[in-house]
């Protein structure tokens, strides 16, 4: 996986100059995973079902320009990550937002309220990223970050205040389940988040196929 796939320069989940009690209007979600394992085909579902904008986050950079350099090696851009979470900020602000992308440490937390991490085998991972033509060095770095659980401990590392949802995506009959699961989770955040000004998802985990929150 390339590392990121963002360039860093400043804000990131932990730093923050906004106050503690700064929150958007309504809650967002990040879903994210290594590539292949399906966040895209998960979000669009996800979205559609719960009445939310999915904002893929390569593709909202290359929309607006905001591609930086090109790795060879991967066969991938960079991003300006800086104007990207500027063009970002008014969105969240309203919220009801999917950011869907393999890297998430560089959001600010406070826009952030559920955060799922997607994981494949690496049969299933193996074959998509195959399919996709990768080659045989993004291949293995990718298949060695699922293994490593890379993106996973990014996530916790990056949200200490959310449960990071662990959802297994092998297969349609995983992926329908855990969509289940997480609307119903989800709409059970936007009432605490409402009625109580509550951020936190409590209840994750339960009945969630392969979840290991
Ligand atoms: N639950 C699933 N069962 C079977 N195939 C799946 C499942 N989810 C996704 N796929 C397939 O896996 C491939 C990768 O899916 P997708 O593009 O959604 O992954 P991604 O994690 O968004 O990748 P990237 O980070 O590179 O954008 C697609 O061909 C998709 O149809």
């Given at each position: ?26 809650p967002?979600?990040?879903i ?97 990223l ?23 401990e ?6 200490p ?24 989770l989800?709409r ?7 009625n ?18």
């Open positions: 996986m390339a590392p990121g796939v963002t360039q860093k320069s400043g804000d990131s989940a932990q730093e923050s100059s906004e106050p503690q009690e700064w929150r958007p209007i309504r967002n979600m990040v994210t995973g290594t590539p292949g394992v399906g966040k895209t085909s998960f979000s669009t579902e996800l979205a559609r079902e719960l009445g939310l904008r999915h904002i893929e986050v390569g593709v909202f950079a290359r929309e607006r320009n905001l591609l930086a350099d090109h790795d060879p090696l991967r066969n991938a851009f960079y991003m300006h990550e800086d104007a990207v979470l500027d063009e970002l900020e008014p969105l969240m602000t309203d919220g009801g937002i999917i950011l869907d992308h393999h890297s998430c440490d560089w959001y600010p937390e406070r826009w952030i309220q559920m955060v799922i991490c997607l994981r494949a085998s690496t049969e299933a991972l193996y074959d998509r195959e399919q996709r033509g990768y080659s045989s060095h993004k291949l293995n770095e990718n298949m060695e970050a699922e293994i490593m659980q890379v993106v996973f990014e996530a916790v590392n990056s949200y205040n959310i449960p990071v949802l662990q959802l297994q995506n092998d297969n349609e009959e995983q992926k329908r389940r855990n969509i289940n699961e997480v609307k119903r989800w059970s955040l936007v009432r605490r988040f409402e109580h000004g509550e951020n936190l998802i409590s209840d994750t985990g339960a009945g969630v196929d392969g979840s290991v929150s």
